[in-house]
């Protein structure tokens, strides 16, 4: 990715290396050993708008969305990290705040609601996270697709009712990515152990399983 100024930026993962482990992080291609940001488990990042780096994880009870200036990113050595998220839960580790950050709660209804979303979301047409569920039983959905339209401040939720603790092992099978199809509108997404499909219109159910 490109930041504002124009330096280029590149994603590094790191496997199981002593007590780094299983960390994507962020850094400058000109500096690839100084470590600018570390994403832990389920994090995804995206590009926001002015060439800025947005990320949004699943915390517990909410989604967390941000927005970060790379060019502002002050860097830290990785070895400052060792063990940090295996002794904490945080998703996402920076010595510089984000610009902005807002949060869906995971307790919304199926449906539309209102969203106040920051200045520095506003230029997005869309986005699509994955959550989830409050299931009261394994035959409720324990998986949501949460859109959010930044310019029109409104969030929709669509929980997932194919996918409950019923017919899948929740933990060991999980929705990896959900897109919109630019061409048919429809909602496409990825699973670990689950295979590739389509959403029906409603965006709830599965209209059919992709090859």
Request: charged residues 25%; hydrophobic residues 35%.
């Amino acid at each position: 990715m490109e930041g504002p100024s124009g330096h280029r930026y590149s994603w590094s993962y790191h496997g199981n290396e002593a007590e780094i482990e299983y960390l994507v992080t962020l850094n400058q291609r000109s500096e690839p050993n100084r470590t600018l940001l570390a994403l832990n488990t389920y994090c995804r990042p995206f590009q926001a708008p002015e060439s800025r780096l947005g990320v949004w994880c699943p915390e517990p009870g909410y989604l967390r969305v941000m927005c970060f200036d790379p060019d502002q990113l002050e860097t830290f050595p990785l070895r400052d990290i060792a063990g940090w998220f295996k002794r904490s839960q945080d998703r996402i580790y920076s010595t510089t705040a984000p610009l902005a950050e807002f949060e869906i709660s995971s307790r919304l209804a199926e449906g539309t609601h209102p969203l106040e979303v920051p200045a520095e979301f506003q230029a997005i047409e869309e986005l699509v996270l994955i959550g989830s569920y409050p299931a009261p039983s394994k035959e409720d959905a324990a998986v949501t697709v949460v859109v959010v339209r930044p310019r029109e401040g409104q969030v929709q939720v669509l929980p997932q009712k194919w996918f409950t603790a019923g017919k899948y092992e929740v933990g060991r099978q999980w929705i990896t990515r959900v897109a919109r199809d630019p061409v048919s509108g429809c909602l496409l997404g990825e699973g670990l152990r689950i295979g590739n499909f389509e959403l029906t219109e409603d965006g709830t159910q599965i209209e059919r399983w992709l090859e």
